[in-house]
């Protein structure tokens, strides 16, 4: 790699407090590099210490791309970066996603999009999937909105666009698949009608932008220099292709990850990203930091024994100088509800002597296991906060707030503007609403242009004409100001003009309290923005409300994570990624729970889950609670468990001689062979209805099964306990 003489002085060099190997990988260009970094080993550090080495020696930080993987970390990393290298203005630091965006937005013509589109959350997406199945006659399918919206993110994280995803479809002859394609042409259609791009197009969309205009690629391929990026094993195939094809002619590229981490197949990574770089490189270098500055020896030992029964992985042991510390602790609980009280106890225990609550954090495998927990902190009167639930821009009256920003700054942003037509009430009904989308259809116009033309709309009563020039007149009026006014003035003003503010003040006369609780969100919204503006004079940008739109659709719940408060954290494992406790119980270690659907699981399926556990592990800086319970109600009715194998394989389950005979009983189950008798019977369940058994795992007492019913629902049963009847 080129590279101007490196700044090496003993001054730069101290202020960088790197240990050998982080200096090796900081110091190292003159190939493509992949620095294996595991849990606590100050891969951050070596990053922004490489980046800023760059700056420092001459580099224009303009040219320097780093992609991570939050907002939350892309801001540490700038702030890290600017602390030691003062001429890092300009430096290009985001999420795959924001890049996209950035992209899209100064090539929106290029890339066949209109100016000022809107990204599509999640919801969204699922509202536009549901309006396809209703069009195309598919109403029984629009219950499978969040299945639908699925398959075609990871279509799009494959690169694989409605065309070619139902060609592929019909070669196959898979109804259920072409129906899926179907589903996802007048998506897309959808889509580009409304001018909006969900998270998927982010990336595919760029991606093609510069794969396909050759003047764009040579720009861009030119333009950045130098390309880093971090948790690379948690790219999907078109965030490695957007990598690949950027730093193909300079090879000026460094990724750092674990494969040990790579804990989200569910969502599109691709773990080979990461094994195979040296294959997609042939020049590269590996640089493993081993050195954990995070936990202690013995969380540290437990961790290496789990992983190391993974085969898909590079090898690394971790290791620490921290010393040995507290043995881990295996807590035995008779259920859930006892589970959760020993949480409480612990979370006492920790403050009585001199912690604080937000020391301590509990982690778990599903959402649903949060409600026990939630209940004895609360019946024990400990402070909480839950990560994952319902977050403030995704509280109802914000969603509503928000529509109105988006269809004032983007008219043909349908989703939005079916959300607050009618809010406050303007007489315009399903019915009504209904005529206007078949106009808008007939004549391939936009909705909101459809309500331009509402006087030509045959079969809507004046009532509806009336509050259809009332809504557009709303955004008619201030459309101008889009430009002129702040953000937050912007906001306030349409609060008041829509009559939003005043809908919700009225609706104190049925409930004081609720109306109090959303106006306050309103009044914090307005705050928000006002932070916004603040931060963005703060870096020389020019607050606008489309930036803060941009800003907030592609937060994620981390980003929003508090640090340093009085309160016990709750939250899943795929959360906990990046973060660090003091203490940290890790709950529900049961077969069947975690590994989840262990009997259904494949080598791939196991492996992902024994990384969840390595990440929950390894969050753990001095303290690590294991706990499982003995029984589990499920729907109402109660099982009893087995201790999940990780607790073997990490090697903490203490058993004494006498127990042996227990111990073995309890891993033979885990590798049963698979019985027959059961596998293909065509079975009824209470709840589910009808379906067929598609596998069997284990023996006698310990045999569970997996049904597929008829209405796509997959569920895996231990057969002695299970309501189902065979036939």
């Given at each position: ?390 977050r403030f821009y995704e509280r109802r009256e914000i969603k509503d707030a928000i529509a109105y920003l988006r269809v004032l700054v983007n008219p043909s942003d349908s989703v939005s503007l079916e959300r607050i037509i009618n809010l406050p009430a303007r007489g315009i009904g399903p019915k009504a609403l209904e005529t206007i989308k078949a106009y808008a259809s007939r004549r391939g116009l936009p909705m909101y242009e459809a309500l331009l033309a509402a006087d030509d709309i045959e079969n809507l009563a004046p009532s509806v004409r009336k509050g259809i020039r009332d809504f557009v007149k709303i955004f008619e009026d201030l459309k101008n100001d889009i430009f002129g006014d702040e953000p937050h003035y912007l906001l306030e003003k349409l609060l008041a003009k829509s009559g939003y503010w005043q809908m919700t003040e009225d609706s104190a006369e049925k409930d004081p309290q ?214």
């Amino acid at each position: 790699m080129s590279l101007p003489e490196l700044n090496l002085n003993k001054e730069a060099l101290s202020k960088l407090g790197l240990n050998d190997k982080q200096f090796e990988a900081a110091v190292y260009f003159d190939s493509p590099l992949l620095i294996l970094a595991g849990a606590g080993t100050g891969k951050t550090k070596t990053l922004t210490a490489k980046i800023a080495l760059m700056i420092n020696s001459g580099v224009s930080a303009s040219r320097i791309l780093a992609i991570t993987f939050t907002n939350k970390a892309a801001g540490e990393m700038r702030q890290r970066i600017a602390a030691i290298a003062p001429q890092s203005h300009g430096l290009w630091v985001y999420t795959f996603h924001a890049f996209g965006a950035r992209i899209l937005r100064q090539h929106w013509q290029k890339a066949g999009l209109k100016k000022d589109f809107t990204i599509y959350d999640e919801e969204d997406q699922k509202k536009l999937i549901k309006n396809a199945c209703e069009e195309l006659g598919l109403e029984k399918e629009s219950s499978k909105a969040p299945i639908y919206a699925s398959l075609i993110s990871r279509a799009k994280d494959d690169m694989l666009d409605a065309q070619s995803y139902l060609l592929h479809a019909r070669v196959s002859n898979d109804s259920n698949r072409i129906r899926a394609g179907q589903v996802y042409m007048l998506y897309e259609q959808k889509l580009a009608e409304a001018n909006a791009v969900d998270f998927g197009d982010l990336i595919m969309k760029t991606v093609k932008l510069i794969r396909d205009d050759q003047d764009l690629c040579a720009y861009y391929k030119e333009y950045f220099r130098y390309i880093l990026v971090d948790e690379y094993q948690d790219t999907n195939r078109a965030q490695y292709f957007l990598v690949k094809l950027l730093s193909q002619d300079h090879h000026n590229i460094c990724v750092v990850g674990d494969p040990d981490q790579s804990i989200y197949s569910w969502r599109g990574a691709d773990i080979r990203n990461i094994l195979d770089f040296e294959k997609d490189f042939k020049d590269a270098r590996t640089i493993i930091l081993e050195q954990n500055y995070r936990s202690t020896s013995s969380i540290l030992d437990a961790a290496n024994k789990l992983i190391s029964h993974n085969k898909g992985r590079k090898e690394k042991n971790l290791w620490t100088a921290n010393g040995a510390g507290e043995k881990i602790t295996l807590l035995e609980c008779l259920n859930e509800t006892d589970e959760a009280a020993v949480a409480a106890q612990k979370a006492a225990a920790l403050k009585r002597q001199g912690a604080s609550y937000g020391d301590f954090a509990v982690f778990y495998r599903t959402n649903a296991q949060s409600r026990n927990f939630e209940e004895a902190f609360r019946r024990n009167k400990i402070p909480y906060k839950l990560i994952g639930s319902v977050r403030f821009y995704e509280r109802r009256e914000i969603k509503d707030a928000i529509a109105y920003l988006r269809v004032l700054v983007n008219p043909s942003d349908s989703v939005s503007l079916e959300r607050i037509i009618n809010l406050p009430a303007r007489g315009i009904g399903p019915k009504a609403l209904e005529t206007i989308k078949a106009y808008a259809s007939r004549r391939g116009l936009p909705m909101y242009e459809a309500l331009l033309a509402a006087d030509d709309i045959e079969n809507l009563a004046p009532s509806v004409r009336k509050g259809i020039r009332d809504f557009v007149k709303i955004f008619e009026d201030l459309k101008n100001d889009i430009f002129g006014d702040e953000p937050h003035y912007l906001l306030e003003k349409l609060l008041a003009k829509s009559g939003y503010w005043q809908m919700t003040e009225d609706s104190a006369e049925k409930d004081p309290q609720e109306a109090l609780n959303r106006l306050g969100n309103l009044q914090e919204l307005v705050n928000a923005v006002k932070d916004f503006e603040e931060n963005c004079k703060k870096r020389g940008e020019a607050p606008s409300i489309q930036r803060y739109l941009e800003e907030i659709t592609l937060q994620s719940e981390v980003d929003n994570l508090k640090e340093n408060s009085d309160a016990v954290t709750l939250m899943t494992l795929h959360l906990a990624k990046g973060l660090e406790f003091p203490c940290v119980m890790l709950t529900g270690l049961e077969e069947g729970l975690f590994p989840i659907n262990a009997a259904a699981c494949d080598q791939e399926d196991m492996e992902e889950e024994r990384r969840l556990m390595y990440v929950g592990m390894t969050r753990a800086k001095k303290k690590l609670y294991l706990s499982w319970a003995q029984t589990r109600r499920i729907f109402g009715k109660t099982y009893p468990n087995l201790m999940s194998r990780f607790v073997f394989e990490a090697k903490v389950a203490d058993f004494s001689k006498n127990k042996e005979p227990e111990k073995e009983k309890i891993l033979n189950a885990y590798e049963a062979p698979r019985p027959a008798a059961a596998n293909g019977r065509k079975v009824a369940h209470p709840l589910y209805g009808l379906g067929r058994i598609v596998q069997v795992t284990g023996t006698g007492e310990f045999t569970k099964v997996t049904v597929v019913f008829d209405n796509g629902v997959r569920q895996t049963f231990m057969l002695k306990f299970a309501p189902l009847e065979m036939f």
